[in-house]
Structure formats: C-alpha cells, structure tokens
T-cell receptor
Framework: DQQVKQNSPSLSVQEGRISILNCDYTNSMFDYFLWYKKYPAEGPTFLISISSIKDKNEDGRFTVFLNKSAKHLSLHIVPSQPGDSAVYFCAASWGGQGAQKLVFGQGTRLTINP | GAVVSQHPSRVICKSGTSVKIECRSLDFQATTMFWYRQFPKQSLMLMATSNEGSKATYEQGVEKDKFLINHASLTLSTLTVTSAHPEDSSFYIC????????????FGSGTRLTVV
C-alpha cells in the first residue's frame, strides 16, 4: 500500500519557468511533510518542509503548498534553473517534527531544459 | 548544517560474504539513525531504525539476521549485510536527524552494493 504517491515519474520544464511537482498521500495521520532532491548515486538532500498546521511554506525559489482536505501537497520551483534537474521525493511522517519515520513517494525526475 | 557521512560509497563483494556499511553523524549526535534501501527507479524504503545502545527496530519483511545493525555510539551506526546474495544488490542510504533547526532528516551519500 503506497501511502505517499508521486504519480508523475518525470517532468520537463523550460529554464526560467515554474516547475510544479505533486504528491498525494492517503494516511490522514501524517502531519509533517518534506521534499528532498536527489542526484544519481547520492543521498537525498533536504529542500523544504511543512507542518500540517500550515498550508504554505516558502524558502527562496521553493514553495510547498499543502491541501489537507485533498491530501495533496505540491512543490513549486520558480524560476527553474538547469541545476534543479534531479529526482524529487516527497516524504511524510506523523508525530510532528519530533517524529522519526519517513514514508517516501516514488520520486519525480525533473529535467530543466535550457 | 548537519552532515552525515556514509562509507563506503561503492562496494562489490562475492556471494556468501558479509559487507559492513558505516554511517556517521559528523557534527551532531544522533540517538536514532535510519537505514533505507532504494531499488532502481523506485522509492526509498525504510529498512530499520537504529537506536543507540539498544536493538534496532526492523520494518516488516526485513530480515534482522541478514541485515545486522549496530548503533554503538551517538555518532556511528553500522549496517552489515550478512551472507550477501545478488538480490541484495541495491543502493543503501542512512539518515539521521539533528535536534533543533529545520534540517529535516539528513542523509548520507549512500552505498552502492553489488553482489557478484
């Protein structure tokens, strides 16, 4: 049972435009969500997180939106840059920021075209 | 920021042998570390939670006798793949969480294990 789903395995975006990566979850107990960026043969790098008490969190070019009623979150990257090309994973946990276990989505490969 | 070092980055071993992977938190103490496994083009699957000074907690379906975890200090956890088989070939990643700050969970760089 895939509790965190990223239904788009890949996404291609023009440099300078907005990249929108989507993630859906099924477990209503999840209360903390994170986005990670991963290059091949490397560990994931933390990008941004959001608590379920918020609906938006912004950090520079990255913004995460959370729609609890739809059990959906998205990561917006604007403007997109070539260095953003990577695989992006969303992850979820329960128990707040002090929680331990993360459940990952399948990942979305983002390609930024010059 | 919090840094997690994982070693080795790549290892090739023969079937039947054992391989040890180390995960170190370099600038923080981690009472809990996590071991993940990633198959090609798939998600990261949590294998076990490593607890300093006590037994690891394994996820359902993960053989604890095959994947031995030792968390002897606040900065080091090791994963030993025992009697490795080709189907154990995978990308193994550890992570830890630094207390305070919004770093999320910091991951090591991963270990590519190939069993021949």
């Amino acid at each position: 049972d895939q509790q965190v789903k990223q239904n788009s395995p890949s996404l291609s975006v023009q440099e300078g435009r907005i990249s929108i990566l989507n993630c859906d979850y099924t477990n209503s107990m999840f209360d903390y969500f994170l986005w990670y960026k991963k290059y091949p043969a490397e560990g994931p790098t933390f990008l941004i997180s959001i608590s379920s008490i918020k609906d938006k969190n912004e950090d520079g070019r990255f913004t995460v939106f959370l729609n609890k009623s739809a059990k959906h979150l998205s990561l917006h990257i604007v403007p997109s840059q070539p260095g953003d090309s990577a695989v992006y994973f969303c992850a979820a946990s329960w128990g707040g920021q002090g929680a331990q276990k993360l459940v990952f989505g399948q990942g979305t490969r983002l390609t930024i075209n010059p | 920021g919090a840094v997690v070092s994982q070693h080795p980055s790549r290892v090739i071993c023969k079937s039947g042998t054992s391989v040890k992977i180390e995960c170190r938190s370099l600038d923080f103490q981690a009472t809990t570390m996590f071991w993940y496994r990633q198959f090609p083009k798939q998600s990261l699957m949590l294998m076990a939670t490593s607890n300093e000074g006590s037994k690891a907690t394994y996820e359902q379906g993960v053989e604890k006798d095959k994947f031995l975890i030792n968390h002897a200090s606040l900065t080091l956890s090791t994963l030993t793949v025992t009697s490795a088989h080709p189907e154990d070939s995978s990308f193994y990643i550890c992570s830890a969480r630094a207390q305070g700050g919004d770093y999320g969970y910091t991951f090591g760089s991963g270990t590519r294990l190939t069993v021949v």
